[in-house]
Every structure is written in structure tokens, then in C-alpha cells.
């Protein structure tokens, strides 16, 4: 890195980031930012497009370990810009916070990160690698973000060590929690076809209701981790929501021709998302043997559930933070999912970041104090971590 790069403000990059229009799938020049900012700290930076969505992978150093730290710039729509106080994509700082969408979710994390890289690198001798792997797809389908990237990395013969996902994983405090693992997440319809008729004739049509409320309740009976009393230790007992039943019918009169409910899983390590569906189909199945109706079933399994063991990847963050806060985090699982179900296929993974309580929110903000203090924090990752696997001393453990 030359000497005549000036030093990273995390505060002044998360701005410019936030200053970037990028909800998904649009960038509006966030990635060049980053690009831009990288190649001075004299990352090799590569750009991958997939359809509407950029991507980017950036390294420094050819050697072991790679320590990649992994984020998006893509944000959520803002909603209705009157009611936010200020502009949400200005980056405005008031009362000592920074507000704007994606100040939280997870722009002022990148921020953090690369001005940490910057300070980690003036001061040390790399050795090994640090990457940065940035989509523009997480808060949409994500299909051509991450996991998109991740397999033309593994062509490609690039290999992650150990990723650090940058998710506002803290609900109140920072140095609240780490998350190393998530539950899976799995959506279902259930569409129950009949035929329509009158009320008052109920023998020369085929109701649907009835089955469809057959398989919701023969679904809802299973206790989901019956093989696993008190719940799969780390986890959340896995749970199932239906979240709209929907018939379109405004008459009192008539039988619907079908009917459909909505639903989600999420579910821990003692299930994968093969195993639900084919639970959830058998239900259906044998219900509808005992009906005239049809049904039918689209189920989208949109992670798996996944656990990094507690170990010295793990330890190395909690030192870090405990080090810069005073407040040893706790290792959980809760939450929503996150980029991390793709990555945990390739590389032990955690999530550490800002808090959430604002993320997705009108008047998105986060405390100024934080994103410097998050940066101190991430140097202070790198430290402890390479200094860990530093290959003289010891090989690296996938734990």
C-alpha cells in the first residue's frame, strides 16, 4: 500500500455510500466507489455482473489465510420519503447519528471495515490475504449476488479461509451478539383447487376450504423438533406460520372455485429443507386422498439452517469485541437469513456488525460513535486473527 494514501474516515465513506440510490437491484455507482476506494489501498478488484445485479470481489495478497469480510450495498426501498426527517439518501449527521438508508443495513459496516483494512495494513506486515466479497442483490431474490459470485470463485481456484459478514447483528448494544449460525427459512403455498357452485347446492361443487384447512392443521400438529426435546441447543425451536389464507371470494352465496394459504418454516439443524418438503407434501397428499379436490403445492426453500462450532474463529471474534467494548458478545442464531447461507457452503462464516434496531425502517440512523468504533473493532480482528493462523506457527483449522 503507498504511503501517500491518505488514511479511510469510515464516516465519510459510509456517507458517500449512503449517498448511493441502491436499492435493489439498482447500484448507482456504490461498487465504483468501492472499487475506487480499494484499488488505492492496492486491492486487485474484480467486477461480476449478473443480469441487473453487480458484484465485487477485491484481495489483497496471494497467500494463506484469506480473511474475507462479506456485505451489500443493495438497501430496501425507503417508502414514503415524508415521513423521514431528513433525506434518506443524503448521509446527514445530526445529534451525533448518521441517518439514511443503509446507515445500518450495511453500509456503515463496509465503511468500518475497509478503514479498519487501511489501518491494519499501514501498521502490519500481511500475512496472507484479506478479501472483500460485495453484492447488490441481498435484500432482493438473491440469486445473482453472493451465491452467484461464490461459484465463480471456486472456478476460478480462490479459496475464503474464514468470512466475516458485516449484518447489524447487535439489537441494542454493539457488542451484543456475533451470530454464528442461522436457522433455514422455508416458503410454501398451498393451493387448493374445487369447483364453484351455490351454497344451496353444495352436492354439485367441490369446496376447497375444508382440505385446505385439513393440511394447515394436520401441519400444525407436528412438533417440529419432537426428536429434539427443549429444542436443538443454539437454536431457536424451529417454528411454522401461515401468514395468509386467501379465497377471493366477496359473495356469501357461492363456493369458491380454490383456495390458498401462505406459509414459512423456519427450522434449525435437526431438519433440512429436502426433509420439510417432503413431510409437507405427504401431508397434503394424504389429505387430499380423502377429498375430491386438487392440490397443489410450491415450495421454495430459501436456506438451510447452519451452524460455525464455537471455536478459534469464533474465540478471535468474541476477544475482539469484548477487547474494544468491554461487553463479551454472546454466540446466537436468531434473526432473519442473510448472505451467510451461501457462504457457510464454502468457508466457516459469523456475522458481526452495527445495531439493528432502525434497519428497514423510516429515519434509519445509527450512532457515529459506533461505526468508528466498529472499525477499531475489525482492526482489531485482523490483528488477533492472523496473528492466530499465522502459517509459521500453526496450519489452519476450519472451526
Known sequence: MSDAVNSVDPLALAQALIRCCSVTPKD????????????ALDFTVKRYQFGDVGNLYARIGTGVPNFCFAGHTDVVPVGDKDEWDDDPFAGHVRDNQLWGRGAADMKGAIAAFIAATERYLRHNSLNGSISLLITGDEEGVAVDGTQRVLGELAKEG????????GEPSNPKALGD???????????????????????????????????LITIINRLYARLLDAKEPGGVKGFQPSNLEVTSIDVDNPAHNIIPASASARFNIRFNVAHTGAQLCDWIEQEARAAER???????????VMGEAFLTKPGTFTTVLQNAVEEMTGRRPALTTGGGTSDARFIKNYAPVAEFGLTGASMHKVNEHVAVSDIHNLSKIYERVLDLYFKEFELAKRPIVHS
Open 28 to 39: 448507482d455507482g456504490a461498487l465504483a466507489l468501492l472499487q475506487n476506494q480499494l484499488e
Open 177 to 211: 451478539e456475533i451470530k454464528n449460525g442461522r436457522r433455514g427459512s422455508l416458503n410454501g403455498i398451498i393451493t387448493v383447487k374445487g369447483q364453484q357452485g351455490h351454497v344451496a347446492y353444495p352436492e354439485q361443487a367441490q369446496n376447497p376450504i375444508p382440505l
Open 158 to 165: 480462490e479459496m475464503i479461509s474464514h468470512c466475516l459478514v
Open 290 to 300: 380423502e377429498h375430491p379436490c386438487v392440490v397443489l403445492l410450491d415450495l421454495s
